[in-house]
């Protein structure tokens, strides 16, 4: 089982480690597609990394700003995916 704080923590060290820039940067709130530290490829890697990492299937009506924009929204939003799981 995941909480929040976990999939925060992971969240962090996959773009930390698949960004070009310093990851000290990044912060939790960080908007990570506004302020360039992902692009389009770096966001199919994520839903990638997030379905395989929390077994969770990201839909078409998923695809919306909001779930994605900062890693407090991507582990917000996996959070949720995993609530309705159980």
Known sequence: MHDENSIIEKVYQFIAEHTYSNPNE????????????FDSMGFI???TY????????????DFVE???ESINAI??????????KT
């Open 66 to 68: 909001e779930n994605f």
């Open 45 to 47: 890697t994520l839903i």
């Open 50 to 61: 997030l379905e395989d990492q929390f077994n969770v299937k990201t839909e078409d009506k």
């Open 26 to 37: 990044i912060q939790y709130d960080t908007l990570i597609f506004q302020e360039g530290y």
């Open 75 to 84: 582990a917000y939003y996996v959070t949720q995916k995993l609530a309705v």
